[in-house]
């Protein structure tokens, strides 16, 4: 029941990913992530006055539903703001920001669990948004031209600095091109194992390795925080590489992380010391989120304009392998009830977004403008 709950607001995420990816390029990301955020904050809120399995899965499908976007609109706001050459580090910066909250998050709830119930946390978590919305509407701009705080040196170095523009607009059909269902798949595989550490890792600490409720929560703090800083990595090492050696090389992360990241994986499942485990994850989290700036720089080499659409694709695709990995791992829990064989399916998973991940070509567009050149960023 666990595991469908958890499932439920990661298919819904999934489903509107597309559509909130393109209102944000029709209304831009100012408006879009004020709906999104606002939406977020009253069902996060809403889910704690869930009363039956049947509420919670209500409300989680509508949280999953209004959340949906935000990456995608994110990085709207980033083919604006940030040139080519920078791209790369702005996603790691947010990747990085959202494990860092992640990881603040297990103590912080075990720290209100203890104090006023689970049904606070949600109401607490959920008031949060509200003040950001406010923050973010009176701080944000589109356009770099419209806000007061950007000079006419760093509004010059921002533009020179953007991608040609498309001489064409992306049709639907684009979204079926060979080199965009490559990109989804990885990223397919990218996330099938991230939210393993999303939803079942401290349940994994304490049933499998014996670690307290209190010990779970920091240790998946832990593999969070992790992952943030190879985040941050993996952003700065594809800018650096791509400028030095060309867009193939530089975005290509993914051929060595990912299946370095599934070995990890398979050997924490393997392993007998609980500690030894711990740290496996870390390696394993850490090595696959290096994986997550390259592939959305990506989406912006290949996406032109239509950015806030592309990457709503590739990260529908890989929030449908989210939905499935609580699911998955909840249904082998129940069938042979081994917490080592949904990790080993995890650590292949891994494998085979290396292998993807080689023949994607961040050099071929989606929509017909002047081609990059194979060694060039600009």
Request: charged letters at 10%; a positive charge.
């Amino acid at each position: 029941m666990l595991g469908w709950a958890f499932s439920t607001f990661i298919f819904a995420y999934a489903l509107f990913e597309i559509p909130s990816g393109w209102l944000g390029d029709k209304f831009g990301p100012r408006k879009s992530l004020t709906r999104i955020v606002l939406w977020w904050s009253v069902f996060c809120a809403a889910t704690g006055a869930a009363w039956s399995l049947t509420s919670l899965i209500c409300t989680q499908f509508l949280f999953g539903a209004g959340e949906a976007g935000a990456y995608p609109n994110i990085s709207k706001s980033f083919s604006r703001w940030f040139p080519v050459r920078q791209r790369g580090f702005a996603h790691a910066t947010v990747f990085a920001a959202s494990r860092v909250g992640g990881a603040i998050a297990p103590p912080l709830v075990v720290f209100i669990l203890a104090r006023a119930g689970w049904r606070a946390a949600f109401w607490f978590l959920g008031s949060l948004g509200v003040v950001w919305c406010a923050l973010w509407w009176r701080w944000f701009r589109d356009r770099p031209a419209d806000h007061p705080g950007v000079s006419p040196e760093e509004l010059k170095e921002i533009q020179d600095g953007l991608a040609p523009a498309a001489s064409a607009d992306l049709k639907w059909r684009d979204l079926l091109r060979r080199n965009m269902i490559l990109l989804c798949l990885m990223y397919f595989c990218v996330i099938y194992g991230l939210y393993f550490y999303l939803t079942w890792l401290p349940t994994y600490f304490k049933e499998a390795r014996g670690f307290s409720q209190v010990q779970a929560a920091w240790l998946s703090s832990m593999v969070l925080i992790t992952g943030g800083v190879m985040a941050l990595l993996g952003g700065w090492l594809t800018d650096r590489l791509a400028r030095k050696y060309g867009l193939k090389v530089g975005r290509a992360i993914g051929v060595v992380a990912l299946p370095a990241s599934g070995l990890c994986l398979i050997a924490a499942a393997l392993v007998p010391n609980a500690f030894a485990a711990a740290v496996l994850f870390a390696a394993a989290a850490g090595l696959a989120d290096m994986c997550l700036s390259p592939s959305w720089a990506i989406c912006h080499d290949i996406g032109g304009n239509s950015v806030g659409i592309v990457t709503g694709a590739m990260n529908t695709f890989g929030n449908i392998g989210g939905a499935l990995s609580p699911t998955v791992v909840a249904y082998v829990l129940s069938w042979w009830g081994s917490w080592e064989t949904p990790l080993l399916i995890g650590g292949g998973v891994y494998i085979l977004g290396g292998i993807l991940t080689h023949f994607v070509d961040p050099t071929e567009s989606l929509v017909p403008r002047p081609r990059l050149a194979a060694n060039s960023v600009e």
